[in-house]
C-alpha cells in the first residue's frame, strides 16, 4: 500500500500520469496505477509540478515594512540605511517570528526551498543565530539555504570580515558579499577575490550581490568569473541582480558573457525589485535594470529568478508567490514566445533548484517526495493566472491545501459559474 496517490495530473512535459509516494519518496509515476493508497488526491485537468524554489531572499527583514519608517525615496541606498535602523531595533524573537510567519505563507504556495542572505555586520549577529534558529524549524517541510552578506562591505565595515567568517563557523551555508557597495571599485575587486578563496577553503558555495547599480562600469562580475575559474569554484557560483549589465556596451557584454559561461556562473535577477529599484536618478528614457537574461540563457548560463524582497525597507509589496516573480520577468525580459513562457515557469522550479544544488528534486521515481498540484492545464497557463495552489506535498506529507475557487455569477442567460483557464 502506498501512502499517497495523486492520480491524473499533468506534469510540467505535457505527459498525464498518475505518482504514488510511499514515506517521503515518489515510488512511481505512470498512468493509471492500480494501488490502494491511504490518500488519494484528484488532480484530473490540473497542474503537477516540483515545488517552487527561491534562489535570493532576505528573510531577517522580510514582513518589517514600515519600521522604523518607511523608504520615502525608492532607492536601494536608503533601504540599505534603513535596514541598518531596523536591525539594532530587532530581537532574535522578533525575526524569528517573521520569518516564520513568511515560510508559512510559502509553503501555502508550494515555495518548498528558499536561499535567503543573513546580514553579518553586527557584532551580535542576531540576525544569523535567528535564521539558524528558523532553518531548524523549518527543516521538516522547508529547506532554507542561508547566505553569509557582510550588507554594508566586506572592507568597508571594520567588523564584517571576521563576522561573515564567525557566522560560517557557526553553521551558514554560502559565503555572500557586494563588492559594489565597497568604498572603491578596487576593494570591490578585491573583496570578490576574498570571499571566493575563502569559499574555495571552506568547499562552500559563492552568492554575490553583484553589480546592483545602474552604473555601466561596475564590473565585479567579470572579476567573479576570473576568480572563480582560479580558485576551482565552477558549477558552484551565483551573480545575483547584475542589474549594471542592464546600462552596460554592448561589445563589451559580448566579452563578458562567454567569460561568465566559461566560469559556470549563474545568475539570479530579481525582476519584481530590479525594476523598483533601479533607475531612480533617471528622467526619460527610465532603465529598470533587468539584466541580459535572453542573451545569457542563449549562451548556456543558468538565468533564474529570484524574489529578494516581501514588505521589507526595500520593497513594499510582494506575496511570496514564485509565479509573481516569473510573470514579472516574463514582461521585463520580453520573453512572450512560447517556448520563453515555458522557461519563465521553469526558471522558477528546476533551474533555480539547479542553482541551489538541491539534491533529489524533482518529478521522477526515487526523487523526493514534494510537489504541488496547481489549478491550471500546463505551465504556461500557471505563469498567466498565477493560480490556487490545491495542494502541497512537502517531503511525502500533505502540508497545504486548498478548494477550487471558482467564481459565481448571477448574470441573465450566462453560466452559473466562471473560471479563467482556457
Known sequence: MIDILVRGGTLPDGQVADIAIAGDRIVDIAPGIAAEAGL????????????????????????????????????????????????????????????LRYCDWAVSLGLLAIRSHV????????????????????KPYLDLQLVAFPQDGFYRDPTAEANTLRALDMGVDVV???????????????SVRALCEIA?????????????????????????AAETIRCGLQGRVAGSHLTSMHSMDNYYVSK???MVAEAGIAAIPNPLINIVLQGRHDTYPKRRGLTRVKEMQGLGIPVGWGQDCVRDPWYSLGTGDMLDVAFMGLHVAQMTAPEEMARCFEMVTETNAAIMGLEDYGLAPGKMASLVVLDAG????????????????????LVAQKARNDSRLTLPARPDSVHRRH
Request: net charge negative.
Open 119 to 138: 546580514d553579518t555586520c553586527d557584532d551580535s549577529l542576531k540576525g544569523v543565530e535567528a535564521m539558524l534558529q528558523v532553518r531548524e524549524t523549518v
Open 200 to 224: 574555495a577553503e571552506r568547499g562552500l558555495p559563492v552568492d554575490l550581490h553583484c553589480d546592483e547599480t545602474d552604473d555601466p562600469m561596475s564590473r565585479h562580475i567579470e572579476t567573479l
Open 40 to 99: 488519494v488526491i484528484d488532480a484530473m485537468g490540473d497542474l503537477v509540478s516540483p515545488p517552487f524554489v527561491d534562489p535570493h531572499f532576505h528573510m531577517d527583514a522580510t514582513l518589517s515594512y514600515g519600521t522604523p519608517r518607511i523608504n520615502a525615496s525608492g532607492t536601494l541606498l536608503e533601504g540599505i540605511a534603513l535596514w541598518g535602523e531596523l536591525k539594532e531595533q530587532a530581537t532574535i524573537d522578533e525575526m524569528v517570528a517573521r520569518a
Open 378 to 397: 500546463n505551465t504556461i497557463e500557471a505563469v498567466r493566472l498565477r493560480p490556487d495552489r490545491l495542494a502541497v506535498i512537502s517531503k511525502g506529507k
Open 176 to 190: 555572500g558579499g557586494i563588492p559594489h557597495f565597497e568604498r572603491t571599485m578596487a576593494d570591490g575587486a578585491a
Open 256 to 258: 563578458l558573457l562567454p
